[in-house]
Nanobody
Framework: QLQLVESGGQLVQAGGSLRLSCAAS????????MAWFRQAPGDEREFVAG????????DYADSVKERFTISRDNAKNTVYLQMNSLKPEDTAVYYC??????????????????WGQGTQVTVSS
């Protein structure tokens, strides 16, 4: 069973940058496609970005394209989310998730088998 632990969330001013990390353990990290989701209070959990097992393909929500970058280091069992030009509407709890179909970086929550506990990102205006 894969365990996921996110880190890097904090309070930042609008226009600033953050890098989130998600460390995996307990399984073969390189066998999984990975994604980041986020959930703001009162909202549904939404897809942010996804990456295939070998980093050859990535996908982004329209709201974060050109601002966020997902990457992974299979040697370190870690997936990252670099967030630039942050906006107050990016405020949410950010979750990483693992999909056992290594090529599938789908945008649907139900496709992901393992989830982290989340890390809070707050962007002040």
């Amino acid at each position: 069973q894969l365990q996921l632990v996110e880190s890097g969330g904090q309070l930042v001013q609008a226009g600033g940058s953050l890098r989130l990390s998600c460390a995996a353990s307990g399984g073969t990290f390189s066998s999984f496609a990975m994604a980041w989701f986020r959930q703001a209070p009162g909202d549904e959990r939404e897809f942010v970005a996804g990456i295939t097992w070998n980093s050859r393909s990535t996908d982004y929500a329209d709201s974060v394209k050109e601002r966020f970058t997902i990457s992974r280091d299979n040697a370190k069992n870690t997936v990252y989310l670099q967030m630039n030009s942050l906006k107050p509407e990016d405020t949410a709890v950010y979750y990483c998730a693992a999909n056992s179909r290594a090529w599938d970086m789908g945008q649907t929550k139900s496709e992901y088998l393992y989830w982290g506990q989340g890390t809070q990102v707050t962007v002040s205006s």
